[in-house]
């Protein structure tokens, strides 16, 4: 009869703490834009995202209940081209 052989095993369970900084200013006041993948998992993991324009929020409003930062849309105006 044979015995099994057992081998010990590691579990790693690495956590990274991240040191958000939000912008202040007008990310309260427009409505910016981001890569599309990076807005929906921000709004779902309430994450920070960075706007084209560089503004760093979290976003938790309705877009549409404010105007395009014209910095956001020059940049995408400049990339659609």
């Known amino acids: 009869m044979t015995t099994p052989v057992t081998t010990p095993s590691t579990t790693l ?3 990274v703490a991240t ?13 910016h ?15 920070p995202v960075r706007a084209l324009c560089g503004k760093v929020w979290v ?3 309705d877009p549409n209940r404010f ?3 014209p ?7 400049t990339l659609s081209e």
Not at 71 to 77: A, D, F, G, T, V
């Open 13 to 15: 369970d690495e956590r």
């Open 67 to 69: 105007p395009v930062c």
């Open 33 to 47: 834009y981001a890569p599309k993948d990076k807005l929906l998992q921000a709004m779902v993991e309430g994450t």
């Open 71 to 77: 910095e956001c849309r020059e940049i995408y105006e």
């Open 19 to 31: 040191d958000y900084r939000l912008d202040e200013g007008d990310h309260e006041r427009l409505s």
């Open 59 to 61: 976003p938790s409003r």
